[in-house]
């Protein structure tokens, strides 16, 4: 069962981290969906070789990365922008390849809102 948490309201330029409770090592994906959009993908990590993707939208200034001993992925999220607003959810496959597409994930975890103020 995934949980994602850490989001909230912060100003355009601040930074929030997210976090996914994944209970197991699998490659995890981070999605996020804003009001009358398309989900889309945010960033990726295979767990074991640590190997990340990025969205354009979010390169330079989003790291995904793991923590082994609690079985957690986290998404820092620094240089909001407006456009940052969604909620973003976070899902794990079991398949060792990082994947862009929301169909290849299996496991989905709720969602946590962030708000970017301008």
């Known amino acids: 069962q995934l949980q994602a948490s850490g989001g909230g309201l912060v100003q355009a330029g601040g930074s929030l981290r997210l976090s996914c409770a994944t209970g197991r090592t699998y490659t995890t994906g981070w999605f996020r969906q804003a009001p009358g959009k398309e989900r889309e993908f945010v960033a990726a990590?295979?767990?074991?070789?640590?190997?990340?993707l990025y969205a354009d939208s979010v390169k330079g200034r989003f790291t995904t990365s793991r923590d082994s001993a609690k079985n957690t992925v986290y998404l820092q999220m620094n240089s909001l922008k407006p456009d940052d607003t969604a909620v973003y959810y976070c899902a794990a496959r079991p398949q060792n390849m990082v994947s862009q597409r929301a169909k290849e994930y299996d496991y989905w975890g709720q969602g946590t809102q962030v708000t970017v103020s301008s």
């Open positions: 990590i295979w767990w074991y070789g640590g190997t990340t």
